[in-house]
Each structure stands twice: as structure tokens, then as C-alpha cells.
């Protein structure tokens, strides 16, 4: 018997208060910590340092190293680490040595001097982001191992709450702790930023305790045709980097094409017209005051909100349904911004905008991080999602480059017109593959 609207309503809320989904939030913190510490506040102290643009520009390719992290999965899924995977897991064990590797990265961090080196300071920030990378793998594979298909959407919901306090913490907290270190003295200070990374090197070590306190994912991978195959050590490499993505093509045939399609371009409307909101906030003339209050008030509150509202309806009404309505909100939340152009700078209006935007953008988050993860096949989960996170991330980081040249051509109100056009061509991906893709490995895996 089908359970009454009530009781899946319960079952659908209650389910963020179990011990797993507690656990994705405390890895949630430990996955978003890294990133700004070496991209955003990492500029802002090079900056105060005396640093040139162009050079600080450069230090950005950094965080290219996330659109790579395809290259080595097939390692993180595959090789066992000595002594570490026979103590821990295989996931435990890869989890653990990232979140090592990165607590003595942010340590050097804390301790280098841009001004008195940048090569070193340059290389110890490649190395924070490489072991944050890893601990991403590991981490996306632990996820999705640990739960079936139909408590995906709310595990990412808590993942991408502690995420979201992660960044915070690596953002104002960092600004606001290297200000304190410095006790009001202006300038570039480096013992007060030695004070600030070293506490973040600190807090990287609450990663380190959830691994050592949570248990290895219940559902075992089963071991790939590469291990199992006669022949050398690097004929069965070989075939452990080809096998994932021959399973994803062997499982989705042709429609692997249209899923593809879906994930490159599923948030194109949200990060093109993401660059450009800043600029616009302070061309309509709204103060810096007004828009920090705004965005990390009303909108981390109105993200977090749309992030645990997906993932109960997820498991209420599946998840494709959810990532559908996502899709159209976030495409249609862009015209707000369109409307907030033409209207002026009316602070009430910016708080429905964002807090409409952001609520949105969680929404769609939580059904499509969901999506993903019921993608992957448990034999290949690290690599699988990795490759997907990556090819999330390159058409629009790409397209969002012309931002700036749509905006003068177009202004901003045909701009912000033109991002939630191009958005509605994802409904009609999202229809195909309800309609045509076959059952995800994910929703087997429950």
C-alpha cells in the first residue's frame, strides 16, 4: 500500500535528522573549506601583500585543478594505499590521506610569505588544492556509497549545507580572523595571516575526525573487470582508466549523448549570469553594506532552505521531477534581475530577487547532485563522478567569460533576458531523458 501524503511528508523530513545525513554536513564543511583559501581569500591576501593583478589572476589557474580531477579518480576507485586501506577501507583510507596532505598544505600556507617567495607560496597553494581535489573524490564516492538512490537528493542537501558554512568560514571567517590578528594595524601584516591559515590548517582537522569517527560505506563496490583480469600491473591500469567510462557509454548507449548534454548545461543560466550580479549590484548603485547583508543573509538562508526542500521533495516525487522545476525556476528567477534593472536600485526588490535566486539555485542543486550520484555505477563511483562534476563545470565557466561583452552589447536587462533564455533548452533535455534514458545505477543501488 502506498504510504499516505502525511506520512511522506514525515518520512521525507525526517530523514536529515539521521546519523548519515549528519555525517555528509560535517563533510560537507571539510569539502567546502579548502576552495577559497586557495582562490578567493588567497587573492584578497596576495593582494594586501602587494601583489600585481596580472600575477594574481594567474594564481586563479589553481583552481583549474578541480576541472581535472577526472584524471586521477581511476586511482582513488582502484588502488589501495598501504596499511591505510586495510585499517580503514578503501574510501576511508583515500579520505584520510587527502584530508592529511591538505591540513600540512594549509599549514605551509600559513607559514610562507608571499612576499618573500612566490614560487613556494605558489606551489604550496597547488598542493592545497590537488589534496582538496582528492578529498572531493573520495568524498563524492563515500556519498553515494553510503545511502540508496532515494536518499541522495537529501544527503546532498546536508553536504551542500556544510559546504556553504565551509566557504564561510574560509571566507569572512579568515578575512575577519587575519583583521583580528593584526589588532587594527592597516596594511599587509604576515603574522596576522599566518594566525588565520593556521587556524583554518586547524579546522581541516574536523574532516580528518569525521573520517577516523564514521564508518566505510555499506554497499560494497564490486571489484572491476581490471582486477579481476589476468596480465601485468600496467595492462590491468589500463584497463581500470578505460572501464568507468566504457560502463557509462555500454549503460546509456545513445542517449549517453542527451545526458551529457544535461549535465554541461544544466546550471549554464545560473553561472553565466552569476558573474556579472556583482558588477550590477554596484553599477545600480547599491552599497557594499547592502549587498553583503543581502546575499549572505538572505540568500545563504533562502539557498539552504531550497537545498533541503529539494531533497524532501526528491524523495517525495523523484528526482527527476525536481531537477525539471529546478531547471525552469532558475531560468526564471533571472528575469527578476531584469525587472530589478529597470526599476532602479529598491532594496526591497533586491531581497526578493536574491532570496527568489538563491532559493532556486538550492533547489536545483540538491535534485541535480542527486541526479548525478544515481548516475554512477558502484563499481566506479569516484571516477564516474568526477568526469560528471567536471563536464558541470566547463561550458558555462567557458561562455561566462563573454559575460562582460553580452552586458555592453545587450545591457543589463537584455542580458539577464538573454541567461534565462538559454536556460529553456534544458527543460527539453530534461524531458528527454525522463522519457528516454534507462534506470540510473544509482536507483538499482537502494
Same mark, same amino acid.
Given at each position: ?145 553510503? $545511502? #540508496? @538512490?532515494?536518499?541522495? %537528493? *537529501?544527503? =546532498? /542537501?546536508?553536504?551542500?549545507? +556544510? !559546504? ?5 568560514? &574560509?571566507? $569572512? #571567517? @579568515?578575512?575577519?580572523? %587575519? *583583521?583580528? =590578528? /593584526?589588532?587594527?594595524?592597516? +596594511? !599587509? ?5 599566518? &594566525?588565520?591559515y593556521a587556524v583554518m590548517s586547524a579546522s581541516a582537522l574536523v574532516g580528518v575526525a569525521a573520517t577516523l569517527l564514521s564508518p566505510e560505506p555499506t554497499v560494497a563496490a ?95 516525487w523523484g528526482v527527476l521531477r525536481v531537477l525539471f522545476v529546478g531547471a525552469l525556476l532558475s531560468s526564471l528567477t533571472n528575469l527578476l534581475f531584469s525587472v530589478l534593472a ?105
Amino acid at each position: 500500500m502506498a504510504p499516505a501524503p502525511e506520512a511522506g511528508r514525515r518520512s521525507g523530513w525526517r530523514v536529515y535528522a539521521e546519523p548519515g545525513a549528519l555525517r555528509m554536513a560535517v563533510f560537507g564543511f571539510s569539502s567546502g573549506l579548502p576552495l577559497l583559501l586557495v582562490i578567493g581569500t588567497l587573492g584578497f591576501r596576495l593582494r594586501e601583500a602587494g601583489v600585481d593583478l596580472k600575477t594574481i589572476g594567474f594564481f586563479s589557474w589553481v583552481g583549474l585543478i578541480y576541472g581535472f580531477k577526472w584524471v586521477w579518480a581511476p586511482l582513488v576507485d582502484r588502488m589501495p594505499i598501504p596499511v591505510f586501506t586495510r585499517a580503514l577501507g578503501r574510501r576511508r583510507a583515500w579520505l584520510l590521506a587527502a584530508q592529511a596532505l591538505l591540513v600540512c598544505a594549509l599549514g605551509a600556507l600559513a607559514w610562507l610569505d608571499p612576499q618573500a617567495g612566490l614560487v613556494p607560496f605558489a606551489a604550496a597553494a597547488l598542493l592545497a588544492a590537488f589534496a582538496s581535489a582528492t578529498q572531493d573524490i573520495a568524498l563524492d564516492a563515500y556519498r553515494i556509497e553510503s $545511502a #540508496g @538512490a532515494e536518499r541522495q %537528493a *537529501a544527503y =546532498a /542537501a546536508m553536504y551542500q549545507t +556544510g !559546504y556553504r558554512l565551509g566557504m564561510i568560514w &574560509a571566507g $569572512a #571567517g @579568515a578575512l575577519a580572523l %587575519a *583583521a583580528w =590578528a /593584526a589588532h587594527g594595524a592597516p +596594511g !599587509y601584516l604576515p603574522a596576522a595571516w599566518t &594566525a588565520s591559515y593556521a587556524v583554518m590548517s586547524a579546522s581541516a582537522l574536523v574532516g580528518v575526525a569525521a573520517t577516523l569517527l564514521s564508518p566505510e560505506p555499506t554497499v560494497a563496490a564490486p571489484r572491476c573487470a581490471a582486477e579481476r583480469a589476468p596480465g601485468s600491473w600496467t595492462e590491468r591500469l589500463r584497463r581500470a582508466l578505460a572501464e568507468p567510462f566504457l560502463d557509462f557509454f555500454g549503460r546509456f548507449g545513445w542517449m549517453s549523448v542527451c545526458v551529457l548534454a544535461l549535465i554541461a548545461t544544466y546550471r549554464i543560466s545560473d553561472v553565466v549570469m552569476g558573474v556579472m550580479a556583482n558588477p550590477f549590484y554596484q553599477d545600480m548603485g547599491f552599497t557594499k553594506e547592502q549587498v553583503a547583508a543581502v546575499s549572505k543573509v538572505f540568500g545563504v538562508v533562502m539557498t539552504l532552505l531550497g537545498a533541503f526542500a529539494g531533497g524532501a521533495a526528491a524523495m517525495r516525487w523523484g528526482v527527476l521531477r525536481v531537477l525539471f522545476v529546478g531547471a525552469l525556476l532558475s531560468s526564471l528567477t533571472n528575469l527578476l534581475f531584469s525587472v530589478l534593472a529597470g526599476i532602479g536600485p529598491d532594496l526591497a526588490f533586491l531581497v526578493v530577487t536574491v532570496s527568489a535566486d538563491n532559493l532556486a539555485a538550492g533547489l536545483a542543486s540538491a535534485a541535480f547532485v542527486a541526479y548525478l550520484s544515481g548516475l554512477t555505477s558502484a563499481g566506479y563511483s569516484a571516477t564516474q563522478y568526477a568526469l560528471f562534476s567536471s563536464v558541470m563545470l566547463l561550458l558555462p565557466k567557458f561562455l561566462a567569460g563573454f559575460s562582460g561583452v553580452a552586458v555592453e552589447t545587450l545591457g543589463y536587462s537584455g542580458f539577464f533576458i538573454g541567461t534565462a533564455a538559454i536556460g529553456l533548452p534544458v527543460l527539453a533535455l530534461v524531458w528527454a531523458v525522463m522519457r528516454f534514458a534507462p534506470q540510473s545505477a544509482g536507483a538499482k543501488r537502494g
